[in-house]
């Protein structure tokens, strides 16, 4: 409205100032009743149809580049999904996985009876909710402790997980959790002196997943995306980023708590 009035002014000014000027240079003309208002309705005219041009490409513009950001942002979301499922389906965890459980089945068939049943749970999460746009905190942390279970097995019980969650109902990305654990598994050395510490805990709106930094000495082999992917897939779904802090003894990543309505 304050842009039609003002175009519409304008418009106006202008037109009775070339009225004026061709009155007072060409020839003179009357300036009556009918010509304000015939100067008037060509005003609106012509601010309506520079309004209708200027809000058109405006739109136009708009809806183009609205488009080009959805569908940045769906290819975003399916490479982080795909890489996502990649990571959990990795060959070398199936591989690792299976020789520590040919390394207990007979030596301790109780043990390696409930390892196989946390590595199906991991992999039936993994299967069952990749497609899902969040999951319970709840959820979550039930196949994220399975998968410490198996790791410790792997490890000798050198990781230790430190779990304080006020907020179980609360909603995450699936699979979210589990990536950081990995990282800090992957990244970090790990021995009996120097076990990995793994804190898991809410703050807030937000879900820290903190380790203890030791890390390799030999770089270990990796895309660089697992972080810019869960980054990507916050971004897509809940407009939020999540969190990256480092000091010299810790390494922490920060998740939005997500809401129901997503």
């Known amino acids: 409205m304050y842009e039609v009035l003002g175009i519409f002014l304008f418009s106006s000014l202008i037109l009775i100032c070339g009225i004026l000027l061709y009155s007072r240079l060409v020839s003179s003309v009357l300036i009556t009743a009918g010509v304000i ?11 309506l149809l520079f309004i209708a041009f200027n809000e058109g490409a405006f739109l136009f513009n708009q809806w183009k580049q609205s488009l080009l950001e959805q569908e940045k942002l769906r290819q975003e979301n399916l490479v982080a999904r795909v ?29 390696a009876d409930r390892y196989i049943s946390k590595l199906a749970q991991v992999y039936r999460y993994v299967l069952d909710h990749t497609e899902e746009k969040q999951v319970p905190l709840s959820a979550e942390m039930a196949v994220v402790e399975a998968y410490c279970f198996l790791l410790n097995v792997r490890f000798y019980n ?34 009996e002196e120097h076990p990995l510490s793994l804190s898991i805990y809410t703050e807030e709106q937000v879900v820290w997943v903190e380790n203890s930094l030791r890390r390799k000495t030999v770089k270990v082999p990796s895309s660089g995306i697992g972080l810019q ?34």
């Open 229 to 262: 992917n869960l980054e990507a897939r916050y971004r897509y779904f809940s407009g939020q980023s999540i969190r990256i802090e480092e000091t010299a003894d810790t390494f922490r990543v920060g998740l939005p708590l997500l809401n129901d309505s997503l």
């Open 83 to 111: 890489e996502g499922l990649k990571k959990q389906l990795d060959p070398h965890f199936l591989f690792n996985s299976l020789s520590v459980l040919s390394g207990v089945v007979y030596q301790d068939p109780a043990l």
């Open 158 to 191: 050198k990781i230790q997980m430190h779990l304080r969650i006020a907020t179980p109902s609360a909603q995450v990305l699936p699979l979210s959790i589990q990536l950081l654990v990995e990282n800090a598994v992957k990244h970090n050395y790990i021995s």
């Open 37 to 47: 208002i015939q100067n008037g309705f060509v005003s609106f005219l012509l601010a």
